[in-house]
């Protein structure tokens, strides 16, 4: 069988040969496939090394795959792969990776397990679900899952008839965000975020620490911006890679970003550098909003974020006249002090005043693709609602992912109803949910704790049981669909080789529980190939199509401009823009954003920030063999001032403690001048105290471990990170 990229490759064989006679030797002609001696077939599937789901493809030669590159097919990554993407091989070959189901044999916390078989382990859990559901009720299992993979079990989960169901994805990192522009325009942004970035005449990066923050296709239309002559505003604490790259860096004091945006807002109206016209059709209440950063001056602002007043002034004027292709970047983890969605408000608000939702070098508009679903029984009302809080306590947190943080305050408290287990699905919940030392604390009340992974990560230690999951390289998961893309896609993730060692693919994972919990009807399909050609049945494609092809792409709108007015509106309650919140008015909320002080750093202590490292993802991939090479540990960015006055110099290994006296491990120091002096700063993921990771184990600080406090955004539910104060530890 010859597939349309092997027929490419031989049409494109054929035409060299025929077009030249090489004046040289020619290097050996091998037939199309061939490396060598051995036959290479090409597959094509979806990366997991981080969440932007770039197009793979896999060279497999006997079995094994052998590298992995960018499909050049795939309209996001466009044959570009990361640092991370093309370790992917790393992953599947980690020989640290978990290998049988493991049931616990010693204490919680002690790591000791002995391997079992997989029927054993589903008849366990199976049997375990079976109780835990006739004596408390379906909804005392909470599911913690993260990643494409997860949707098996969600379904699963379903069906068994938890409603607690939540990603760190949403109060961690999107959800205040997602909410804030929900209000404002009536939908969210999704990943990849729709940020026009090649377009844009001016981008605004909030935070969003573009080029350490890798995804690959947001890169390349920042750096096409750039190249473009785009200018660019970066607001950060620390002189970032964007920093280095921006017209105007303001280092604004942590915490302080509502004040700029309104005084940036201020200085629009004020000088009537707005989009009126744009205004005038699509948004309600901006009278409202007028009066109310009447008063918040650039003078204002000035003491309160440390930026000059005529800073602020210029790069106000520099989005009035670069508007509506003024890419303010939304932002992704913005669970930052608290007050994260009223920040995602003003950041909506600004992009609204600019005319730039909907145009052109500003955010652009999702296109849907229709998709078949599965005829299933009904899945079974929960009775007793949720007990993340979501909805009731965080009026506007959303269904769909919950709010990590709540489930593990009802396992502490109870309340309302007991938490008796945990099922935790490709989340690593000890480096990615904050104040790690209460989730263990909630772990310990458990009757039953299971983890779902690829790697023997920390939070294995108190689990009861481990099954291991094939890797994304191995198995087939649900397609992309990606509806977020200016050409929007459906994209597939199917196995380059079987799994290794007794390692099982999700899906089969969770049919296999389904089946011994009597729930098969909510899985009517046998094969993964079924499951897709059922979601494909709508477009027109075939499953073989897209397995072969890796990604088809379909027309799309991106723009008001390409809509007719009727496909104009917005999905709020008065059809328009809301600069001014009804909805956030009636739950006694703020309808237009006011300015917080955060938390203030005790004395002698430094805010600690954090972010990314272009080659690592996460605490997932600091196990990797090359991405280890690259970069094998962290280091603590300090300002030289504060070195000078800590006693400490560049490369110098110490103790990070936090106003609470957790130490961190030992990490060396980055004297620099390219952060504030009231901050300090460590990539995210490091610092690992899973023994079983051996070439992570002990390397470099944990932000997690030393986030012993949180600043809870009341609407949302989100975890603001950035309330932990740290200094060097007395040796
Ligand atoms: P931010 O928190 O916005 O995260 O990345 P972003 O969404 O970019 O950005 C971190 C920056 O905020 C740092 O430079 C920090 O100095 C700055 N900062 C700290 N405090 C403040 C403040 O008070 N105000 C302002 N204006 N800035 C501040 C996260 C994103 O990265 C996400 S959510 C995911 S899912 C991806 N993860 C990921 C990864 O793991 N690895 C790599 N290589 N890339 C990734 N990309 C994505
Ligand atoms: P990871 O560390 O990548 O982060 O939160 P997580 O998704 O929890 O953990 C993923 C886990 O899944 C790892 O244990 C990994 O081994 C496992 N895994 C990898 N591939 C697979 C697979 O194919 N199948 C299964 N079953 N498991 C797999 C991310 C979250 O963290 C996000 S999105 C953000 S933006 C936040 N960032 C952040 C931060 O910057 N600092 C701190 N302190 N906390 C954070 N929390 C949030």
């Keep these: 069988e010859i597939t349309r990229r092997r027929f490419l490759g031989t049409a494109a064989t054929l035409g060299a040969g025929a077009a030249a006679t090489p004046a040289v030797a020619s290097p050996p002609v091998h037939p199309p496939g061939w490396t060598g001696t051995a036959r290479v077939e090409k597959i094509a599937t979806t990366c997991e090394m981080c969440f932007w789901r770039c197009g793979v493809l896999a060279s497999v030669s006997g079995g094994k795959v052998v590298r992995v590159e960018g499909n050049p097919d795939h309209p996001q990554s466009q044959g570009r792969l990361c640092a991370r993407g093309n370790a992917g091989t790393g992953l599947l070959y980690d020989p640290d990776r978990l290998k049988t ?3 616990r044999t010693g204490a919680r916390g002690e790591g000791r397990f002995k391997p079992v078989g997989w029927d054993e382990a589903l008849d366990f859990l199976a049997g375990r679900l079976v109780k835990l559901r006739e004596e408390h009720g379906p909804e005392s299992v909470a599911f913690f899952p993260h990643g494409n993979g997860a949707r098996f079990f969600a379904t699963l989960m379903r069906a068994y008839g938890t409603p607690n169901s939540a990603e760190p994805s949403f109060a961690q990192c999107r959800g205040p965000r997602e909410v804030g522009y929900s209000l404002t325009f009536g939908q969210g942004l999704g990943s990849p975020e729709p940020v026009d970035l090649e377009e844009a005449r001016l981008v605004v990066l909030i935070g969003s620490h573009l080029g350490e923050n890798v995804f690959t296709s947001q890169i390349t239309a920042f750096a096409t911006g750039l190249a473009r002559g785009a200018k660019l505003i970066a607001v950060d604490p620390r002189f970032s890679t964007a920093a280095s790259k921006a017209d105007w860096w303001l280092p604004i004091r942590p915490g302080t970003d509502i004040a700029l945006l309104l005084a940036w807002m201020n200085v629009l109206i004020a000088e009537g550098l707005y989009d009126s016209e744009y ?5 309600a209440g901006f009278d409202r909003l007028a009066g109310h950063v009447r008063e918040f001056t650039p003078e204002w602002a000035e003491p309160i974020t440390e930026i000059p007043a005529g800073k602020i002034r210029e790069t106000a004027r520099a989005m009035g006249k670069a508007k509506p292709a003024v890419a303010v970047h939304p932002g992704r983890h913005v669970t930052w002090y608290g007050d994260d969605t009223q920040r995602a408000r003003a950041m909506a608000i600004l992009t609204a005043l600019l005319g730039s939702w909907g145009r052109k070098g500003g955010l652009f508009l ?3 693709i229709s998709r078949g679903s599965f005829d299933l029984p009904d899945f079974p009302d929960s009775k007793r609602g949720r007990a993340d809080g979501a909805g009731t306590r965080f009026p506007l947190a959303v269904e769909e992912l919950g709010v990590t943080n709540g489930l593990i305050d009802a396992t502490l408290s109870g309340d309302p109803y007991p938490i008796k287990a945990w099922i935790v699905y490709g989340q690593n919940m000890l480096e990615s949910i904050p104040q790690p030392a209460r989730t263990i604390e909630a772990i310990g009340k458990l009757d039953l704790m299971v983890v779902v992974d690829v790697l023997p ?4 230690r108190y689990a009861d049981l481990v099954l291991p999951e094939a890797t994304y390289l191995e198995r087939y998961d649900p397609p992309t669909i990606v509806e977020s893309a200016k050409r929007p896609f459906i994209a597939v ?5 079987e799994p290794l060692f007794e390692s099982k693919p999700g899906w089969w994972i969770a049919k296999e529980l389904a089946k011994r919990l009597k729930l098969e009807a909510f899985f009517p399909w046998e094969t993964p190939e079924q499951h897709l050609e059922t979601i494909l049945a709508p477009t027109g494609i075939g499953v073989r199509e897209l397995v072969s092809r890796g990604a088809v792409v379909f027309p799309g709108k991106p723009y008001l401009e390409d809509r007719p007015p009727v496909e104009r509106s917005f999905d709020t309650a008065s059809g328009k823009i809301e600069l001014y919140s009804e909805a956030l008015a009636k739950i006694g909320a703020d309808p237009l954003p006011r300015y917080t002080p955060p938390v203030e750093p005790p004395r002698g202590f430094l805010r600690l920030i954090y972010g990314r490292a272009p080659v690592h993802s996460f605490a997932r991939t600091q196990n990797n063999e090359a991405l280890s090479a690259l970069m094998p540990e962290n280091e603590v960015w300090l300002h030289v001032s504060v070195a000078r006055d800590w006693g400490v110099t560049g490369g110098q290994r110490i103790v990070l403690e936090n106003a609470e006296g957790v130490k961190s491990s030992a990490v060396r120091v980055k004297v620099t001048e390219g ?10 993921g490091f610092g690992q105290r899973s023994r079983a990771l051996r070439r ?8 997690n471990s030393l986030m012993s406090r949180v600043s809870v955004d009341p609407l949302t539910g989100g975890t603001g990170m950035r309330v932990n104060f740290v200094r060097a530890a007395k040796a």
Excluded: N
């Design 675 to 684: 952060i504030r002096t009231d901050c300090a700063y460590l990539v995210h």
């Design 493 to 497: 993730r199917s196995p380059a080789c």
């Design 457 to 460: 990560v920390d939070q294995i």
């Design 366 to 368: 999702p296109t849907p």
């Design 101 to 103: 189901p493991l049931l």
């Design 696 to 703: 992570a184990f002990g390397r470099g600080a944990s932000d």
């Design 279 to 283: 205004i005038k059709t699509y948004a």
